[in-house]
């Protein structure tokens, strides 16, 4: 699951993606509301959270820009608690609104609601599987058929992102992004010691890797015959 956070405030937008990138979804950020707006309208997203008050244009001519040519969900955030401007949101096209300050655990809990709601095809968003590969996100539990998977932060956020594209080629910048949230360095092997751990401790014993590694481009998650 893609979601895009726009919002100004960096040390916030900071904090959204490494909580929402903790919890397995992959995010892109925009500090302004132009960029956010060409993101939104441009990219594939699963999900955009919006603050209002934004350089640029506000939140309100982001999301008329988005709902003149999409149907993603928005949840916008900001600290105007006013009942008009909660009215003005919600028939300006946003699916929910949720005023700062707010406790992490709320905002995700309206994220996930909002992505059951929207999907054609529902499934557990807080179980994910993959043949015998079981991932239980609120207990941050891993699991290959009987075994458990002993695995670190970073080990179980890679896992994460992996198999919420199952199937898809992700590359070393990609994953250096999404999980270290840094700037991909080709002369830093971390990308590669970290997948190989990974691979040691999800495909050693058992007759089908999941875990493979695609020459030159990046590493896949997927079931192979």
């Known amino acids: 699951m893609r979601i895009l956070v726009v919002e100004d405030e960096v040390r916030l937008a900071a904090y959204l993606k490494k909580g929402l990138t903790e919890n397995g979804y ?4 925009a500090h302004d509301g132009i960029d ?6 441009e990219g594939e997203y699963d999900l955009v959270l919006l603050d209002v008050m934004l350089p640029g244009i506000d939140g309100f001519g982001v999301l008329r820009g988005l709902r003149e040519r999409k149907d993603t969900p928005v949840l916008m955030l900001t600290a105007r608690d006013k009942v008009e401007d909660r009215v003005s949101g919600l028939k300006g096209g946003a699916d929910d609104y949720l005023v700062k ?4 655990s709320e905002l995700l809990a309206r994220v996930e609601a909002l992505l059951r709601r929207g999907s054609k095809n529902p499934q557990p ?5 993959l043949a015998d590969l079981e991932v239980d996100l609120a207990r941050r539990k891993a699991t290959r058929g009987d075994k ?5 932060p970073k080990e179980f956020g890679l896992l994460t992102l992996l198999l919420r594209r199952t ?5 070393r910048t990609v994953l250096a992004e999404q ?8 002369e830093t092997n971390v990308i590669d010691v970290a997948v190989r751990r990974l691979r040691a401790k999800l495909d050693d014993g058992f007759d089908k890797p999941l875990l493979h590694t695609v ?4 590493y896949v998650l997927e079931m192979r015959e």
């Open 148 to 152: 458990r998977l002993d695995l670190t």
């Open 167 to 171: 199937g898809e080629v992700l590359s």
């Open 101 to 104: 300050p707010f406790a992490f």
């Open 125 to 129: 968003l807080m179980q994910l599987r």
């Open 26 to 29: 992959v995010v892109d950020v």
């Open 36 to 41: 956010g707006r060409h993101l939104a309208t």
């Open 179 to 186: 999980v270290w949230d840094m700037h991909f360095d080709s």
């Open 215 to 218: 020459r030159g481009v990046g």
